[in-house]
């Protein structure tokens, strides 16, 4: 690990703010010449309005102001990445985790580090694991809550072990939350923002997975930073960074977050009650059934240990 003073927070220098307004000014460029074709925009304000609304709580305010409207979710991601990692620097990633993640970061020049995740602790962080791959480069750690694909939701304990490490290590989080709300109704989400004021947050979410519209593509960046660790570098360069989203959907985003309906509630239940033919594999001696939380795919394991020779 690394030795980090209390201040000392990760993320770009200011050359790469520097490189973002180039790359702006050319994408501009290209904007002014053929507007029909591009859009720069950080998102209409009355729909970025309507998704601080729909997430702000006492626990982690927001305004629209914080929100960045993205071309889906995975677009949020990458732009987090973006402006959190330089080139040449590292983040940390789930294992097993999303693919994206890592396609992502290499295509911007970012090395991954792999942390562990233990199925035998319901998916959750090996912690240990993961401070001992902190170094001077670390960019960000990436936290996807509820996970894909484990289908686990992590408890608000092991969120608040997760945000020591990260105040700790001096690492602020992207919170990767696009299955957020999806749960079963005996289990409990907590947006990792709501259960800390010292570490800066990117939540990454959007409409395709909790209100079933993927086509849509539109997803969206939380910026929590209410000690202002970031300052202006982060925020502005998120804002300054190329956007194009569907301006046709765009607007649905308001009666969306407002008027979800009784479809997702049961679309929940629905899915949480199928799960239940898979329970007499509980009974099969080689195998390991784990469990989703949420709206996900169960996980079966072969344990060799557990399978007799006759068998």
């Avoid at 914080?66 to 590292?90: F, K």
């Avoid at 700790?168 to 709501?194: H, N, S, W």
């Avoid at 594999?281 to 989703?292: G, N």
Wanted: charged letters at 15%; one cysteine or more; hydrophobic letters at 45%.
């Amino acid at each position: 690990g690394r030795t980090v003073s209390a201040t000392k927070w990760a993320f770009p220098s200011w050359a790469a703010a520097v490189s973002l307004v180039l790359v702006t000014r050319r994408k501009e460029s290209v904007r002014t010449s053929f507007p029909c074709l591009t859009r720069l925009s950080s998102g209409y304000h009355s729909c970025r309005e309507a998704v601080a609304a729909y997430y702000n709580c006492p626990e982690a305010p927001l305004k629209a102001q914080d929100v960045i409207l993205t071309s889906g979710c995975s677009q949020a991601i990458e732009l987090a990445l973006a402006v959190l990692a330089n080139p040449g620097q590292n983040i940390l990633v789930p294992r097993p985790g999303f693919s994206l993640y890592k396609t992502l970061a290499l295509s911007l020049g970012i090395e991954v580090k792999l942390y562990n995740l233990l199925p035998e602790k319901a998916w959750e962080i090996d912690l240990e694991h993961l401070e001992s791959l902190v170094d001077e480069k670390t960019a960000c750690l990436i936290v996807n809550n509820p996970s894909n694909p484990c289908g686990s939701v992590f408890s608000k304990s092991h969120l608040q072990e997760i945000l020591a490490v990260a105040a700790r290590q001096c690492v602020p989080i992207l919170a990767d939350e696009i299955y957020g709300d999806m749960v079963f109704a005996d289990c409990k989400y907590e947006p990792i923002a709501t259960l800390s004021t010292n570490v800066p947050v990117l939540s990454c979410g959007g409409l395709a997975k909790r209100w079933l519209v993927p086509g849509w593509r539109m997803g969206w960046i939380l910026i929590h930073d209410r000690r202002d660790i970031f300052g202006n570098e982060v925020r502005t360069n998120v804002l300054l960074s190329w956007q194009q989203t569907c301006r046709v959907f765009s607007m649905w985003i308001i009666r969306s977050l407002t008027d979800t309906g009784r479809y997702f509630c049961s679309h929940v239940g629905v899915t949480q009650s199928c799960l239940a033919a898979f329970l007499p594999l509980f009974h099969v001696p080689s195998l390991l059934y784990l469990l989703p939380d949420m709206v996900f795919y169960p996980h079966l394991h072969c344990n060799s240990l557990r399978v007799s020779p006759a068998h």
